[in-house]
Structures are given as structure tokens and as C-alpha cells.
């Protein structure tokens, strides 16, 4: 974890607010990975849709992993950023048509998750092009409701109970089906969803001669509060080993194993630094309001996320409890009545675990500027985003009035 007073340094040279990530701790995320799955025939794909700047597709895709996508766009910035096609996975979700396509032209990964655009695909690409295809396993698994996407009710993959009718397409157009997907969610930190997870597929593999990956998607979840633990990897990497072993050998024939971490590569490298604008007590509660909201970090209030947070300005002085709240607008809480280190207007407050999911779901809501983004590698401190100027928010509005 990066110290306070290498954030203050950032704070005072970069200003705030900032988000910086810390390349090492990337690194050894991606490790402990590796290093739990290396008797699997295990690949990596990291979620890129987590945090996507170039600098950080690159810098991961250095490591040896490569990168899933989820609109064309991110295979674009992943092809941009150096990532070979075969490095880059499309998992794609209610897209068009055309989608697909495009990124076939570009020699990526596929994983389709409709029926009716498998058929499309079979008419266009016939038995030419491997496919994946993203199956819904009717698991309820992760934090909570909106971040679980492989229950009954979800809208993501194809129901597995839609065998026949894949089975219908795949033999029409005599479609190579290379690969079976699921993501069932994220925040998992129970092995056995995993398990799970690999069951519903190896009851499948029967039916797909091409068959050569099973991809169990990304979701493994990371430490948010100062008691989480953390996540097992050894654990599910070995009880999937043992799966793989005792249901998936039979036939003599070795399956890829394929993870897609987003999260778990990217949260905790990442600090999103602010600054007290005004504290406010109302009697019943004390404000510490930052020069930041979910504008810049919508996670708490989009999914009640628990961000910590530390006033890495004030170290010594007692502990009070304060409501740390934004400038926007409306509503923008970001921790209710959180024991900090005594605030006063100026000091820095940093959020912890801003690496995924922040950034990345910033807006220009009440046309407030998205913050830079500086990645520190090898002793350096880079920036690979620069803070947004006033003209960025005119940029693409036409003046006709
Ligand atoms: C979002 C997503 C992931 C990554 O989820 P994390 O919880 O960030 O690990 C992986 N695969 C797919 C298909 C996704 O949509």
C-alpha cells in the first residue's frame, strides 16, 4: 500500500482530486494468479471495462495477461494500446451484430451471448471463424443483485436450458464452438461458485467436439473493509484443479482454463485523492465535504460500496465521526458517519480500492471535470490522463444559439 506521504507528495505536485494507480500492486495481483493456477492449463483476460487506460492495457498486457472486452471499443483501445488480437477476448452482451463482426475482422476472441446473434454469425462465417459462447448457468452469486449476472432473472448468456436451440444453430451452420463461458458475478470470494460454475459447463463439453476452453469469466472479490479477508485464490484454484482432474481428463483431452479478473487485478492499486472543501455540523451529524462526489466515484452510491477512507493529513489527532459527502448536486455520500482522524477544511482525504470501477464510470455531471489519472512504475510517477479543462466540456456541443 502506497505510504501517506508518498500520496501527499502526489496530492501537492499533481493537485486534486487525482487518481493514482500503483503498477506493483498490479503486478502482484497478476502474480498471486498465476502463481495459484500454474498447474491449470489456466489464461488470463483482464475485464478491462474495470479501468481502461491505454497506459494500464499495456502495462498488464506486459505482464502476460491479456484483456476482455466488452464493447468494440475496448478491443480498439486494446489493439491501440499494443495487445495482440490473440491476446484480446470480446465477450459480448446485447450488441449489435455488426459488433461482432468488426471484431472478427480484427482476429480477436469471440464469446457470443444470444442465440440470435450466433445465428448471424453462422450465416456470415459459416465453420471459419472459433466461437465462444456465453452460457447463463442459473447461479445467484456475488455482492448483490446488480453485480449478479448469472441467476434466472438475468439478462446475461444464454440459458442453459436453451441447449437444443444452441445445438439446433451450431449444427445448421456448422459453427466451431471453442469455447463455453460463464460470469456469474462479482465480489465472489466463495470457491465453490466456482466449482459450481465448472460442473454446469463439464456437463456440456459432450456436446461440442471443437471444444478447447471453458472460461469461468472474472468476480473474484477483493478486501474493501479493513476486516474483509482475503480471497482464496490457492483455494478455488485447487479445488478447480481437482474438478478438472477427476470429471474433465476422462477422454485424455486437456481444456484451457480461462479467467477474466477485472476487479481483482485493478482495485486495490488505485487511490482517489480529495481535499476537504468545508465541514459542516448540523448538530446530529458533522459533513466533511471533498472536491470530489459520484461524479468521480459512483460506486457508493450506485451499489452501497464501502470505500475506506483515511485523512492522511492529520495522523495523530483523535478519532471523530464524520459524513464524507461530495459537491454535487443531489445526494452524493461517499461514508455515513465514518470514524476519521479529526478533519479540517484542506486536508486530504484519500478512497481506498479506486482502481476499478472509478475512474472508468466518471461523468462530467454537473459539468465538473473528471480528474487526472497518474500511474506510478519503477520509482515514476506518470501521467497517463490529464485533468479535464474547462473547453473539454464544449469540446462536442455546437454553438447554434
Ligand atoms: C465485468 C466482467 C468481468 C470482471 O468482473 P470483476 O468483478 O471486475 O472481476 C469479467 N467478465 C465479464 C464478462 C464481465 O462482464
Redesign the pocket.
Known sequence: MLSHTKLIELAERFDTPLYVYDAEKIAEQYRKLSTAFSACNARF?Y?C??LTNINILAYISSLGCGI?C?SINEVKLALYAGVPPQKILY?S?GIAFEEIAEAAQSGVHI?IDSLSNLEKFGKRFGNGYGVGV?LRPNILA?GNLK?S?GHEKSK?GIPIDQLDGLKQIVSQFNIKITAL?I?T????KDADVFVQGIKVLSELVSHFPDLTVIDL?????VPYEPEDEETDIALIAKKLASYVDSHLSANGKKYELW?????????ECGYLLTQVNVIKDNGAQVFAGVNSGLNHLIRPMMYDAYHHIANISNTHADEKAYTVTGYICETDTFATNRLLHEVREGDYLVFYNAG??GFEMSSNYNSRLKPAEVLLKDGEALVIRKRDEFEDLLKSQIKLL
Open positions: 483476460f475485464a471495462k474495470a476482455d466488452s465477450t452482451n464469446n456465453r456475488g453485480i449476472t446475461f463461458h460470469h458475478g462479482s465480489d465472489i469469466g472474472g468476480g473474484f472479490k479467467f477474466e479478473p477485472g476487479k481483482y487485478l485493478v482495485s476499478a470501477y
